[in-house]
C-alpha cells in the first residue's frame, strides 16, 4: 500500500513524540508504515497513528504518559510474536522496544540484566558465549519481554523451569510514567503479577535473571513416523525422561524439507525438537527410548551449542495461522488416534498438534508463588491451522474446537503466551482459582485506568 497522508491529529502526535523520543518515528506517510506495523503473523491490518522505538527507559516513559495523557490506545511490542495482534494498535500508538538491546552480565554471580528490545536468540547466542543460559521457548526471533512475562516454556524446561523461574528482578514502566524496580523484596505482589500476568502492569524495560551454566546440550530434531503407537510412546518416554530432557512434539504433515525422504512429504510425522540439558553420554542413553519408537525419518539429534536448538527461520514470513492452547493430564492411544484422525481429516495448508510434557523443575514450584498457576498439569498441547483469508479463518476455528473437545471434553486451562483472540473467558482460563483475584488487584494498584488493555487483559474491575 502507499504512503497515506497523515490527519492533523497524527501530525501532533508525531511533533509531541519527534521532541521527545530520540529513536525513530513512523507514521502513515512514511514509505515504511506498513512494514512498521507488521507483526510475526499476518492478517491483522491495523493501523496506528504512530509507531515509535524509544532508545532509553526515559523515553519509554514519555510515549507512555503521551499515551495516557491523549487516551491513545497503547501496543506495547517486543519481538512482534503476538498471535492475538496485542502488539500493534488501531488508532494508538505503538511502543516498540526493538531497539533497546542492552544487557549487563555479571560472569562471578550468573547473572544479566537485559533490556526487552533483545529476542531470545540474541540473549542466547550472546550468554552462551560464557556457557550460560536461560531457558526461553522453541524460537529465536521471540521477543524476552513478551515470553517471560506471560511464562515461558522452552527447551530447558524441565531442567529449569519456566522461564519466569529464573527471574530476579525487573524494571517497569508504570502508568503513571514512574521507573519502578521489582523483585522478591521490593513491591512482592508486583513481582508475583508480572511471573505469568504478561503486559498487564506496565512496559518492563529490563529484566533481570539468574543464569545457568550450559556447555552444550544433546539436541536438535528426530523425526519419525506418527502413529497411535508412536505418538503416545513418545508422551510416555518423555514423561519418563531424566530432567534434564525436555522435549516438543510437533505432529503434522511432513513439510518438503532437504532433509526429509521425499516419499515422506506430506505424511503424518512427528517432528521433535528434543533437548538434553546435561552430560553428553547421558544425554545419549536418554535419547534410546525415542529413537527405538519407530525407525526415525530424520535424526539430527547431536552434541550442539546450545542456541543451535533453535531452526533457521524464514525472512518475511508472516503466516495466518489459528491456534488453541490446553492441558491434557494423560495422553493415551485413544487420544493419538484423535490427533492423527483430525490431522488427516483437515486440509489446511498446515495443521499441527504440538505436544509439550511438563513436569520436573515446573512442577516443584508451588502453583500459587507466580502467576502462572498450571504447575501440575502434565502436558500442554497446542492446536494449530493456517488459513487462507477471512472466508476460511471460521472454518478452521470450528476444526480446533472440535479437535480440543474431542480430545478433552473439559477443556479447563490455557497458556496465556499461546492464546489467540479468544475473549475474556480463555484469559480465566489461564488464572484459575484465586489468581484472578490477586492478579485484579495488583492490577488496580498499579494501572487503575487500565492503560495498558491492548493485551490479554486483566481489567482492574476484575
Ligand atoms: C513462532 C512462535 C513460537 C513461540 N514459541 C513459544 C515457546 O516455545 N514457548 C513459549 O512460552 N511461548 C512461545 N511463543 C509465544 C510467545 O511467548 C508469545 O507470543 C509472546 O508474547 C511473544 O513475545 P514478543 O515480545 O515476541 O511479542 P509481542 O507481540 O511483541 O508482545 C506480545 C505482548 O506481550 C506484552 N509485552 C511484550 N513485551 C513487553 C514488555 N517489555 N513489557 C510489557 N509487555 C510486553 C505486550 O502485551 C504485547 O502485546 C511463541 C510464539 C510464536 C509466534
Known amino acids: 500500500m502507499s504512503p497515506s497522508p497523515a490527519?492533523?491529529?497524527?501530525?501532533?502526535?508525531?511533533?509531541?513524540?519527534?521532541?521527545?523520543?530520540?529513536?525513530?518515528?513512523?507514521?502513515?506517510?512514511?514509505?515504511?508504515?506498513?512494514?512498521?506495523?507488521?507483526?510475526?503473523?499476518?492478517?491483522?491490518?491495523?493501523?496506528?497513528?504512530?509507531?515509535?522505538?524509544?532508545?532509553?527507559?526515559?523515553?519509554?516513559?514519555?510515549?507512555?504518559?503521551?499515551?495516557?495523557?491523549?487516551?491513545?490506545?497503547?501496543?506495547?511490542?517486543?519481538?512482534?510474536?503476538?498471535?492475538?495482534?496485542?502488539?500493534?494498535?488501531?488508532?494508538?500508538?505503538?511502543?516498540?522496544?526493538?531497539?533497546?538491546?542492552?544487557?549487563?552480565?555479571?560472569?562471578?554471580?550468573?547473572?544479566?540484566?537485559?533490556?526487552?528490545?533483545?529476542?531470545?536468540?540474541?540473549?542466547?547466542?550472546?550468554?552462551?558465549?560464557?556457557?550460560?543460559?536461560?531457558?526461553?521457548?522453541?524460537?529465536?526471533?521471540?521477543?524476552?519481554?513478551?515470553?517471560?512475562l506471560g511464562g515461558g516454556v522452552g527447551y530447558l524446561a524441565r531442567r529449569h523451569g519456566l522461564t519466569i523461574d529464573s527471574l530476579l528482578a525487573a524494571e517497569l514502566v508504570t502508568a503513571d510514567g514512574q521507573t519502578v524496580r521489582t523483585d522478591a523484596g521490593t513491591h512482592p505482589e508486583l513481582f508475583w503479577a508480572i511471573r505469568g500476568g504478561g503486559g498487564n502492569f506496565g512496559a518492563a524495560t529490563r529484566l533481570q535473571f539468574q543464569l545457568h551454566e550450559l556447555d552444550g546440550v544433546v539436541g536438535g530434531m528426530l523425526l519419525l513416523p506418527a502413529t497411535v503407537e508412536t505418538i503416545a510412546g513418545f508422551v510416555a518416554a518423555a514423561e519418563a525422561a531424566p530432567e534434564e530432557l525436555s522435549a516438543i512434539a510437533n505432529i503434522l504433515p511432513a513439510p518438503p524439507l532437504p532433509f526429509i525422504p521425499t516419499q515422506v512429504h506430506g505424511r503424518l510425522v512427528i517432528m521433535a525438537l528434543i533437548c538434553f540439558a546435561g552430560d553428553t553420554q547421558a544425554g545419549q542413553r536418554a535419547l534410546v527410548p525415542f529413537r527405538t519408537l519407530a525407525t526415525p525419518l530424520a535424526d539430527l539429534v547431536r552434541p550442539i551449542g546450545y542456541p543451535e536448538m533453535y531452526p533457521p527461520e524464514e525472512e518475511g514470513f508472516h503466516p495466518t495461522a489459528v491456534g488453541h492452547t490446553m492441558f491434557l493430564d494423560r495422553l493415551d492411544t485413544r487420544a493419538a488416534s484423535t490427533i492423527l484422525e483430525y490431522l488427516q481429516a483437515s486440509d489446511a495448508a498446515l495443521r499441527a498438534a504440538q505436544l509439550r510434557v511438563l513436569g520436573g523443575a515446573i512442577a516443584r514450584v508451588p502453583d500459587d508463588a507466580t502467576a502462572f498457576a498450571h504447575r501440575q498439569r502434565r502436558i500442554m498441547v497446542n492446536l494449530a491451522a493456517f488459513y487462507q483469508g477471512p472466508e476460511d479463518k471460521p472454518v478452521r476455528q470450528r476444526w480446533l474446537e472440535r479437535f480440543a473437545t474431542s480430545l478433552s471434553p473439559v477443556d479447563d486451562g490455557a497458556y496465556v503466551n499461546f492464546l489467540g483472540d479468544d475473549g475474556p473467558a480463555r484469559i480465566r482460563q489461564a488464572y484459575p482459582g484465586p489468581t484472578w483475584e490477586r492478579l485484579v488487584a495488583v492490577k488496580r494498584r498499579w494501572d487503575p485506568t487500565n492503560l495498558f488493555r491492548h493485551n490479554h487483559n486483566i481489567p482492574p474491575g476484575g
Open 7 to 148: 490527519s492533523p491529529e497524527t501530525l501532533s502526535i508525531r511533533r509531541q513524540l519527534r521532541a521527545t523520543v530520540d529513536g525513530r518515528v513512523v507514521t502513515a506517510d512514511d514509505a515504511s508504515y506498513d512494514q512498521a506495523r507488521a507483526l510475526f503473523y499476518g492478517g491483522f491490518d491495523r493501523r496506528p497513528q504512530a509507531i515509535v522505538w524509544p532508545t532509553n527507559t526515559t523515553e519509554v516513559a514519555q510515549v507512555i504518559s503521551l499515551a495516557a495523557e491523549r487516551r491513545l490506545e497503547l501496543a506495547v511490542r517486543g519481538g512482534g510474536h503476538s498471535s492475538a495482534g496485542h502488539s500493534v494498535s488501531d488508532g494508538g500508538i505503538v511502543l516498540d522496544l526493538s531497539e533497546l538491546k542492552a544487557l549487563e552480565l555479571d560472569t562471578a554471580q550468573r547473572t544479566v540484566w537485559a533490556q526487552t528490545g533483545l529476542t531470545a536468540g540474541e540473549l542466547t547466542t550472546e550468554l552462551a558465549r560464557h556457557g550460560l543460559a536461560i531457558g526461553f521457548g522453541d524460537t529465536a526471533s521471540v521477543g524476552i519481554g513478551g515470553i517471560t
